[in-house]
Structure formats: structure tokens, C-alpha cells
């Protein structure tokens, strides 16, 4: 497989649920993004990962919890999340923490 | 800050013609990259074009072409010979050149093509 790939595609949860989304990228890339795309709104960036480490958190709630195992791993943790919180999120990578950017799919979350 | 204004939020083209869609923004930044991504229905946002500010020429990709003028803060997409895979949505983006890893989004633009 080659890419940014993310799953699942599509989430339905309650607010009380706790799920994950997880991105994989096959690209060799050092950096990996979290991004939220709601309707009428610009991309919000959310998470930065730079070899591993996080290196950004734009002042995201702490019903957000970014994981990051490995360079090609990113996961975020999702627990008593509110109905303002659906959206798409994106995933992408990048060669650096300046360069190109890469996106994944995207996960289209509701949140009931 | 910086900001990135699209003043456009839809354009429509007739298929094979040419339609030019417009970025401005706002930096006080020397270096710095200027993107603009496509995202069709499917939601995948697709690198289109890439401009480094410090290179003078003008960016092209097959199709897509790009007229930077840095002292305006200008970065206009050009789209020739226009396909009806081209519909989508347009971002334009900024990446500052320094350690800020943030990749500013312009609000889009809609971009249908007539067939």
C-alpha cells in the first residue's frame, strides 16, 4: 500500500464512547499531522509529530489525544467527544517539518 | 500571523476552457512555500502545485500553472484546458520557511466545470 492511509473511513459515536483513528503513511516521511475540516471552516491543524516527538498542539481539548509509536504511525484518541466535534479529520506527512505536505482520506466522524 | 484570503468561494468553467482562481495573503516572512490543494468529493485533499518564494519562475504542472507575485502577496492558480475531473474543491496554502510547522488554509474555492 502506498500513501497516507487512515481508518476507519467513517465513525458513528456516542458521546460517551471511546474510540481510535488511526494514519499510516508509507511514504519515509519524519513528520505527521493531525488536521480537523469542519463544514465552513478553514482546516484547523490540531497535532504536530517531528521524528516521534510532538512539536505542536494547538490548543486542541484534552478529549483529544494524540498517539505516536513510530515515524509512520499516528493514532488519535477519542473519548467523551461532543456533537461539535464531527467533522473530517485528516492525516497527512511530510519529508520534514518544512516540506510538502501528504493527506490520507480522511475519517468522517459523527458524533451523536 | 499569517493569513491566507480566497475571495472567490465558486468559479464555474465550460470543460476545455481556462479559468484562473485567486489567493492572497498576508506574511511578514521572506521564506516561505505557497501550495494549492484540490479536494474532489471524495474528500482527498490532492497536492495540485508548490511555489518556493524565492524562486522567481513561476511554478507549472502539465495543466496547472501558477502566477506568484510576492511584493503583492499574490498566488493565483491558472487551470488550462479545464476537465471535468478538475471540479472540486481549491485550498491555497502557506507553510512558513522557519519552525513553524503550521500549514495555513485559505476558506476554498468551488470550482465547477460545465460540460
Known amino acids: 500500500e502506498t500513501g497516507v492511509t487512515q481508518t476507519p473511513r467513517h465513525l458513528v459515536m456516542g458521546m460517551t464512547n471511546k474510540k481510535s483513528l488511526k494514519c499510516e503513511q508509507h511514504?519515509?516521511?519524519?513528520?505527521m499531522y493531525w488536521y480537523k475540516q469542519s463544514a465552513k471552516k478553514p482546516l484547523e491543524l490540531m497535532f504536530v509529530?517531528?521524528?516521534?516527538?510532538?512539536?505542536e498542539n494547538n490548543s486542541v481539548p484534552s478529549r483529544f489525544s494524540p498517539e505516536c509509536p513510530n515515524s509512520s504511525h499516528l493514532f488519535l484518541h477519542l473519548h467523551t467527544l461532543q456533537p461539535e466535534d464531527s467533522a473530517l479529520y485528516l492525516c497527512?506527512?511530510?519529508?520534514?517539518?518544512?516540506?510538502?505536505?501528504?493527506f490520507g482520506p480522511g475519517t468522517r466522524l459523527t458524533v451523536l | 500571523a499569517q493569513t491566507v484570503t480566497q475571495s472567490q468561494p465558486e468559479m464555474s468553467v465550460q470543460e476545455a476552457e481556462t479559468v484562473t482562481l485567486s489567493c492572497t495573503y498576508d506574511?511578514?516572512?521572506?521564506?516561505?512555500?505557497l501550495f494549492w490543494y484540490k479536494q474532489p468529493p471524495s474528500r482527498q485533499m490532492i497536492l495540485v502545485i508548490r511555489?518556493?518564494?524565492?524562486?522567481?519562475q513561476n511554478a507549472t504542472e502539465n495543466r496547472f500553472s501558477v502566477n506568484f507575485q510576492k511584493a503583492a502577496k499574490s498566488f493565483s492558480l491558472k487551470i488550462s484546458d479545464s476537465q471535468l475531473g478538475d471540479a472540486a474543491m481549491y485550498f491555497c496554502?502557506?507553510?512558513?520557511?522557519?519552525?513553524?510547522?503550521?500549514?495555513?488554509f485559505g476558506k476554498g474555492t468551488l470550482l465547477t466545470v460545465n460540460p
Open positions: 497527512a506527512s511530510s519529508p520534514e517539518s518544512v516540506d510538502t505536505q501528504y
Open positions: 511514504l519515509g516521511h519524519n513528520a
Open positions: 509529530y517531528n521524528f516521534k516527538e510532538q512539536t
Open positions: 506574511t511578514s516572512e521572506s521564506d516561505y512555500y
Open positions: 511555489q518556493e518564494a524565492y524562486k522567481q
Open positions: 496554502a502557506f507553510l512558513s520557511g522557519g519552525s513553524n510547522y503550521k500549514l495555513t
